[in-house]
């Protein structure tokens, strides 16, 4: 095992623990305040108790501060429909229910505006902005809508847009002989190997990651650089049947490394074949994305 593949292993040995898996909406809950059950101004109805509920949960931020929980709490409920469109946040209630200070609640609205999830106008205020108007390209939002009621329509989505996105980036990264991120790639798929030996799900999927972005990279192409994040988030809450990495197989492992034999033999026709063939790991893929054509 090479010194890289070891580390690797190690590295995600030690950080097991943090990791959730799919359909946990609460990996990083609020922790709950002092009090928090007689906290919550009377304004807030119907959907208000959930948001109660939400800020009650048990404590496991995973490092993240306290803006950064609220961005969690608040985004996951105007995705999953919590809070509807149009519905109008005021930061003095929020501020109240989760007992945070103005600037938590200023930061945490502006990033979700940022986002598209929300808007805010003089005289109008603060308000939740429809499906139309999101961000939905944000990994932010792509996560919240794979967990929540949303799950099927985002995976299926997922699927479509990956095939769109890393068959083409195979083909493209065939073309250029850098060495260093080709080894890179090489070293990815030995990880995914003794992981998947040693039962090893969250190494393997740690590699995974890094494999699909290496080859993105290769490929390039600025613009799909810039779609990266798309796929990193894709893979990130795999789960169902339409994603294709979504766990360790002797298969998969095996069509990666085809995807490798093809780049280093400089074959854009082999790459793409063995990324179409890796994305349709299971047969469920075909009733989502039809296979194309062979040219």
Request: proline content about 6%; hydrophobic content about 40%; some cysteine.
């Amino acid at each position: 095992m090479t010194t890289l593949a070891h580390s690797m292993m190690t590295a995600a040995r030690s950080a097991d623990s943090g990791l959730a898996g799919p359909g946990e909406l609460d990996r990083y809950p609020y922790a709950e305040a002092p009090g928090a059950d007689r906290v919550g101004p009377p304004s807030w109805g119907g959907a208000d108790a959930e948001l109660g509920r939400v800020g009650r949960r048990s404590a496991g931020s995973r490092g993240r501060g306290l803006h950064g929980q609220l961005v969690q709490q608040l985004g996951q409920m105007i995705v999953s429909g919590d809070l509807g469109a149009d519905r109008p946040l005021v930061p003095e209630e929020i501020g109240q229910r989760f007992e945070v200070s103005r600037t938590v609640v200023r930061e945490s609205l502006r990033v979700l505006e940022a986002k598209g999830l929300v808007s805010a106008r003089p005289n109008v205020g603060t308000r939740v902005r429809p499906v139309s108007d999101w961000n939905l390209l944000d990994p932010d939002i792509i996560e919240w809508r794979a967990f929540g009621p949303q799950r099927d329509d985002q995976r299926r989505e997922l699927a479509e847009l990956r095939w769109t996105i890393e068959p083409l980036a195979a083909r493209l990264a065939a073309g250029h002989g850098r060495e260093d991120v080709q080894q890179r790639l090489a070293d990815m798929v030995e990880i995914m190997g003794h992981a998947l030996a040693q039962g090893d799900s969250i190494t393997f999927s740690r590699a995974d990651a890094e494999f699909h972005s290496l080859l993105i990279q290769l490929a390039s192409n600025r613009m799909l650089e810039h779609l990266s994040g798309i796929v990193s988030a894709a893979l990130h809450v795999s789960g169902g049947p339409v994603t294709g990495c979504d766990r360790p197989t002797e298969i998969s492992l095996a069509h990666h490394a085809r995807i490798v034999e093809a780049i280093v033999a400089a074959d854009p026709q082999g790459a793409e074949s063995a990324m179409r063939q890796l994305l349709m790991v299971h047969p469920e893929v075909e009733r989502v994305v039809p296979a194309p054509r062979e040219h």
